[in-house]
């Protein structure tokens, strides 16, 4: 069985990753987890079921390489298993819960967790985030079953576990997941000082005018470097309302103007969008005045969530950033966006949150 560690340095000495001290020390918490899995279930009436390992809970900066040891990991897992983001997980959660209580189950949580454990031995997540109070009521008893049942748990976060669902709405109801997390999971934080993210974005353009066949190619191009072909879409639950994502993978997400600008969204949809989000590209930005001035407003409002989250932007758009809104009202106000339209296609902008 080849360790984790030896197929790591396997694709450094090819030139496929870049030897990283603090992402080889979180191999070992990988390891530990692969071996335990790799060991066979014994069968039959008196056959003890073998004690799971401990889970991981794997936190750090954005861009440090927590997706890709990960998926490393899960690439040489043998045991049955499934690698989703978290946000997705629980998408599905919510609805399977919906369809139990159709038949006035006395515990919903109970046979779709069953359903759960009966499939996998391993689910690994990619950044584990609460920000929907539906989510927070349920995770706790969700997890303590899955974990009951020998399922193992591995997950990336942006957040230590303290922090996650900060500031919730009753939040209090949601402090004894934490504590389950802690005691299930190693707590492991990669503490590489190094964006891998924002490297593969140096020196590249990220602002596109016009919006035409060669916009889309250089976009169709950095989306393929920083998703490494990989996409699936996202929906976001905020306030009970679904708020679909096209495309989405590792943090980033793909998006045309209308999809986050054309539709009834509102703060709270960009503030959760950016909160899952850390490289949006949007494409398609038309030119603004009175004619589409709602989507002008949600433009502005977007923009705000994104900078004030530090959120990498990329975009195509009719015109450069001071040309976009030239007439009907709120001409003055968009000098503001126009300004951070600008500063947000510097270099060094982003980092971690």
Not at 276 to 305: M, Q, Y
Not at 314 to 328: D, F, H, K, T, V
């Amino acid at each position: 069985m080849t360790r984790i560690q030896d197929r790591y340095a396997e694709l450094v000495q090819a030139g496929e990753l870049h030897a990283d001290p603090a992402q080889e020390a979180a191999l070992p918490e990988f390891e530990r987890i692969h071996h335990a899995l790799e060991q066979p279930v014994k069968r039959g009436w008196f056959a003890k079921k073998p004690e799971p390992p401990k889970g991981l809970y794997l936190w750090g900066g954005v861009g440090r390489g927590k997706s890709m040891l990960m998926d490393l990991f899960v690439s040489m897992v043998n045991a049955p298993k499934r690698r989703v983001h978290f946000h997705a997980f629980m998408q599905e959660i919510q609805n399977a819960l919906h369809e139990a209580r159709k038949s006035n189950v006395e515990d919903a949580i109970e046979p779709v967790a069953k359903a759960v454990s009966d499939e996998v031995r391993l689910l690994a997540f990619d950044e584990m985030q609460i920000t929907d109070i539906a989510d927070a009521m349920i995770v706790g008893r969700l997890f303590e079953k899955l974990f009951d049942a020998g399922v193992v748990v591995v997950t990336t976060s942006n957040r230590i576990p303290d922090d996650l669902y900060k500031n919730g709405l009753n939040r209090q109801i949601f402090l004894p997941f934490i504590d389950l997390l802690k005691d299930q999971m190693e707590i492991h934080e990669l503490t590489s000082p190094r964006d891998y993210r924002q490297d593969r974005l140096q020196g590249e353009k990220v602002y596109f005018t016009p919006a035409n066949a060669d916009a889309r190619r250089a976009i169709a191009s950095i989306w393929d470097d920083l998703t490494d072909g990989g996409e699936e879409a996202l929906v976001l639950v905020v306030k009970g309302r679904k708020v679909e994502i096209p495309l989405y993978h590792n943090g980033v997400a793909r998006a045309s103007f209308h999809d986050l600008c054309g539709r009834m969204l509102g703060a709270a949809d960009y503030l959760a969008l950016a909160e899952v989000t850390r490289v949006l590209i949007l494409e398609n930005i038309p030119t603004l005045g009175r004619s589409n001035f709602n989507e002008a407003k949600r433009f502005v409002t977007l923009i705000d969530a994104l900078y004030e989250a530090k959120v990498r932007l990329i975009c195509s758009a009719a015109a450069e950033p001071e040309m976009l809104y030239l007439e009907g009202e709120g001409v003055f106000e968009f000098e503001r966006t126009a300004s951070r339209l600008r500063e947000m296609q510097a270099e060094d902008w982003g980092g971690n949150p």
